[in-house]
């Protein structure tokens, strides 16, 4: 069984960066992507990013060019660099884990959540 650990979540002003970093923990040899959701008051959660254990990545088109997904070498931790923050970016931004994170069909653990506010 893995368990998550989500910490660096809080409040930043438009235009401003943030990391966030989820630690894994448990069985995370059978754990092949680890990835972003988040979640807005009032909307379904969605996709972010992605990171598969070979090092692919993906994101949703939202984040490009702002966002990077990136993990430690021992591939236990991962991060996610938020640059350029919007206020809609404003959300329980959630890690997650399975043998791929794209969906949340394919999604076999969780974390706890950490809130990111991006005040105008």
């Known amino acids: 069984q893995v368990q998550l650990v989500e910490s660096g979540g809080g409040l930043v002003q438009a235009g401003g960066f943030l990391r966030l970093s989820c630690a894994a923990s448990g069985s995370t040899f059978s754990t092949n992507a680890m990835g972003w959701y988040r979640q807005a008051p009032g909307k379904q959660r969605e996709f972010v990013a992605e990171?598969?254990?070979?090092?692919?990545?993906n994101y949703a088109d939202s984040v490009k060019g702002r966002f990077t997904i990136s993990r430690d070498n021992a591939k236990t931790t991962v991060y996610l660099q938020m640059n350029s923050l919007k206020p809609e970016d404003t959300a329980v931004y959630y890690c997650?884990?399975?043998?791929?994170?794209?969906?949340?069909?394919?999604?076999?653990?969780w974390g706890q959540g950490t809130q990111v506010t991006v005040s105008q």
């Open positions: 997650a884990a399975g043998p791929r994170v794209v969906a949340t069909t394919l999604v076999r653990v």
């Open positions: 990171i598969i254990r070979s090092g692919g990545t």
